[in-house]
């Protein structure tokens, strides 16, 4: 490295100081803590000179290290399952949840897609013919979706979910049946003729046109069909499931409609229908006994008059139900239309997702802009869209963010003099710290940690906050800050927390290990006086660094941890030999600028902390023209700090001013901590003024329904427990948000079900044997149904002898209690869920294990059609329920509150069973949310305590951290309140990092006031001066990552992440340099080291200001011609010796003498940069 060039002309009196001018301890029990401390600088110095001397290398090594790692984000997942991000890892939902999967495999039955119809004008009344032509028009062009993939063609009819498709013996009715089987779609449309347009089926027959539910009278095409086949039973079928003549036998909403049925009731009146008649009570499908579609299905907003009679709404809705992926692919595994493409699981999702998109495409078409209605779609695939949309990263805004961060450290970091600038630095350290955060992620994907709509959008403004001299502790106070964030038992805010804890690690290993040796190039660089950036080129400015020991060390070297004194001279300096204290003699006013006045007078140090404040300028300005900087240049943040704000925020008044206004704040944000709700819906998270926010606001507006289920888990004996199954169907049901079926229509549950089918077989029984047609010995003659009440009377359950003709007469089917007989209770399932597929679909019992299947032939009197297999004992069946009036969190906690509560009294007799369904899986974490908050804060404070304590080795300073962190904390809630953010699993994780974000702004001071000496206030002011300019850098380097923030479509990340972790920001700040130091400066604890020097007669040290006041102006004690050096010291401890600890000369000249110095140079070397 090239050598300073050397100071030619020093005063001829100079004489070196003497030994007996070291500082001393500070007795008593404040040496272990300074020793620790010294102990562990002297640790880190090791490391530094080790990194120094190696910097190439470490800098090669680190970015290959850095750069791997990174490309660890080739292997990311982003996780958009609902499920997999927010049910709270290991609680009983989480539990439920898998025992459910593990029954019935992880899809649902069906997927939803919805349409939504509102009048454009608000409140008014949508039951009119107009408003249900104009749905009818959106439905229509909605199921009338095609789109072709795999080279076929795919429509409704091809993928809808149909309910309960029955087995037909006979071939040809069978394959009818299979074309025209109706979709399942729920609409007020039903309630008229025009429903059946929405069906797409059609059949034909030779000698008929073709055969549509709009034009399909199913009674009298069986008759037609008689003479041809035998239809009896699925003659009954039809009778049991009340489908008389389907559509054609209900009103037209347009009765002028050509197509009109002659059976409609107004087809010859050509009246319209009384839309609000019609729809009261609900419609049905084409089965009037099980495709009842409830009224809060169809209609939102409902007026009624005193009768209870429906007289307006204000929203329509309507449903169609599609197959599963699953389902998709088993349908058509093996089909000739599929079997030349591959047909895969895949495939069948493709198909479904692309219908979707379409679907809800055309239907927001489907009106004119003009019109007076306006339809919202909705399906399943748009909900994945808004998540994959939400968790995508903007490029652009990344790299925006990256070059406002570069573009501010480039200039921070700038300076005058080309040789002593240090732009290249901040651009370097900026680059690093997005390397170290790229290299974090890519190890998370390598730990196969998942990436969700919160981990890609929060680390934009994180950046910076790396930096400062405090780098060990701040990074363990993230980490543990992020650690403790992740006892959240929620997946997504988890896996942030531990991605965050690990990003944290990486960039405090970039910020140990690697910057410093980008530092050292950087110090190689100003000692060449290369140009800054461009260090190919000399500069044509130069400034030396000139360091002065204050004693002659005699066996030169400099052990680790040694006191060293660090002056700051831009002239000659002098020593007096009989004071022995270091002055600087003041060149002629024509030669050196005048230093500024010093409002605190001489009793601050220096700024320290940085190279470039150990700057001199070129000796020569009489032979050269010296480079001097403008007045506005010698400006910075620590100027102001010293000779501004500290003053200010120091006085009395000021701190009086400080802690009022600090507390009327803290007062303020407790009030709006009360104004905190629960929830988290999706029209927070759906980007406002979208298509997809305007259906999400009109559902949760009109039609805030649910769909959940009871369900039944195995463990105990069902044929024996009915009572007490339809004792917890009663409770359940009787939930105030469980909405009731219809007086006129019985529950909707496979136990009520089964028990009525039954009960219909028993008595088509009792006809045939009081007429005859049933006898001991035959039941050829008997209906159908009485065939198979037949078959079961005479099973015992005996494998021995496992009929008994006997009990043709001594026994029912169902008791007087209304209770199954538990010996018929397996074989019954068998029978009835073989026999009415119907009533087994409306029911959704989902019965694992699946009963076998049993074909009835009444015609076949073997002994093995007597048999009926017994179905399994049940290890899963549900009973389906339909919540609604849930508006609020606190609706969804009191709902799921009562659910439990039945199913804990099921449990004690003897039924296991839990509730299932989107409002469990979603909506119990606030159950014990705030719990969990408290808790994590808590401990987070305790571990910032125990770690400060441990650290700073002081924990009267360790408690007043901590305190000032839990005011950030109660502040930032309060904030949150009056920002109307809602609390859930993101706010938590945000207020529980904020308390080790917070530290980033508070230990910084901290150490600053409990390293330096004087007064409480004096301390305070150097704590400011040192601290002031990084802190506020870190801050305004976080503010401009978050900018980018600002920028994003979903207000959800504006108000959740932009607005919430400014707010934190700015409350670190003033919490930081305003809170902070008042507090240190009425209640900080005693120094640690005092300075013990002997003053000289000529140059007296300052009176002591009284009450503890800072003293203003220069003192009057100096001569003209002298000016006190401001020093950055250390204590002079000696640790014990390190291993590998690096010693080095203390400098290549000779000892200090004055015949040395009077011709030679003066400088020496201490262990590392003065810290105050």
Known sequence: MTRSPPLRELPPSYTPPARTAAPQILAGSLKAPLWLRAYFQGLLFSLGCGIQRHCGKVLFLGLLAFGALALGLRMAIIETNLEQLWVEVGSRVSQELHYTKEKLGEEAAYTSQMLIQTSRQEGENILTPEALGLHLQAALTASKVQVSLYGKSWDLNKICYKSGVPLIENGMIERMIEKLFPCVILTPLDCFWEGAKLQGGSAYLPGRPDIQWTNLDPEQLLEELGPFASLEGFRELLD??????????????????????????????????????ELSGGCHGFSHKFMHWQEELLLGGMARDPQGQLLRAEALQSTFLLMSPRQLYEHFRGDYQT??????????????????????????????????????????????????????????????????????????????????????VGLAGVLLVALAVASGLGLCALLGITFNAATTQE???????????????????????????????????RAFSLQAAIVVGCTF???????????????????????????????????????????????????????HLTATVQAFTHCEASSQHVVTILPPQAHLVPPPSDPLGSELFSPGGSTRDLLGQEEETRQKAACKSLPCARWNLAHFARYQFAPLLLQSHAKAIVLVLFGAFLGLSLYGATLVQDGLALTDVV?????????????????????????????????????????LHQRFSSLKAVLPPPATQAPRTWLHYYRNWLQGIQAAFDRDWASGRITRHSYRNGSEDGALAYKLLIQTGDAQEPLDFSQLTTRKLVDREGLIPPELFYMGLTVWVSSDPLGLAASQANFYPPPPEWLHDKYDTTGENLRIPPAQPLEFAQFPFLLHGLQKTADFVEAIEGARAACAEAGQAGVHAYPSGSPFLFWEQYLGL?????????????????????????????????????????????????????????????????????????????????????????????ALEHTFAPVTDGAISTLLGLLMLAGSHFDFIVRYFFAALTVLTLLGLLHGLVLLPVLLSILGPPPEVIQMYKESPEVLSPPAPQGGGLRWGASSSLPQSFARVTTSMTVAIHPPPLPGAYIHPA?????????????????????????G
């Open 509 to 563: 290993v970039a910020v140990m290990l690697v910057f410093p040796a980008i530092l050292s190039l950087d110090l190689q660089r100003r000692h060449c006086q290369r140009l800054d950036v461009l260090c190919c080129f000399s500069s044509p400015c130069s400034a030396r660094v000139i360091q002065i020991l204050p004693q002659e060390l005699g066996d030169r070297t400099v052990p680790v941890g040694i006191a």
């Open 930 to 1022: 705030r719990r969990c908050f408290l808790l994590a804060v808590c401990i987070l404070l305790v571990c910032t305590f125990l770690v400060c304590a441990l650290l700073l080795l002081n924990p009267w300073t360790a408690g007043l951290i901590v305190l000032v962190l839990a005011m950030m904390t109660v502040e930032l809630f309060g904030v949150m309140g009056f920002l109307g953010i809602k609390l859930s699993a993101i706010p938590v994780v945000i207020l529980v990092a904020s308390v080790g974000i917070g530290v980033e702004f508070t230990v910084h001071v901290a150490l600053g006031f409990l390293t330096t000496q004087g007064s409480r206030n004096l301390r305070a002011a150097r």
């Open 687 to 727: 980007p406002r003024g979208t298509k997809e926010h305007a259906f999400l606001s009109a559902q949760l507006r009109y039609f805030s329904l649910y769909e959940v289920a009871l369900v039944t888990q195995g463990g105990f004996d069902y044929a024996h427990s009915q009572r007490a199954l339809f004792d």
């Open 240 to 277: 049991k499931a009340q489908v008389g003549q389907a559509y054609v036998g209900r009103p037209c909403l347009h009765p002028d409609d050509l197509y009109c049925p002659p059976s409609a009731p107004n087809h010859h009146s050509r009246q319209a229908p009384n839309v609000a008649h």
């Open 1147 to 1171: 400098s290549d000249e000779p000892p200090w003498s004055p015949a040395a110095t009077s011709s030679g140079n003066l400088s020496s070397r201490g262990p590392g940069p003065a810290t």
């Open 339 to 424: 079997h030349d493409i591959g047909w895969s699981e895949e495939q069948a999702s493709t198909v479904l997702q692309a219908w979707q998109r379409r679907f809800v495409q055309l239907a927001q078409e489907a009106l004119p802009e003009n019109a007076s209605q306006q339809i919202h779609a909705f399906s399943s695939t748009t909900l994945d869209d808004i998540l994959h949309a939400f968790s995508e990263v903007s490029a652009a805004r990344v790299v925006g963010g990256y070059l406002l961060m570069l573009a501010y450290a480039c200039v921070t970091m700038l300076r005058w003099d080309c040789a002593q600038s240090q732009g290249a």
């Open 459 to 493: 680390r934009m403004g994180e950046c910076l906050q790396r930096m400062g001299t405090s780098v060990v502790l701040t990074s363990i106070n993230n980490m543990a800050a992020f650690l403790m964030a992740a006892l959240v038992p929620i997946p997504a805010l």
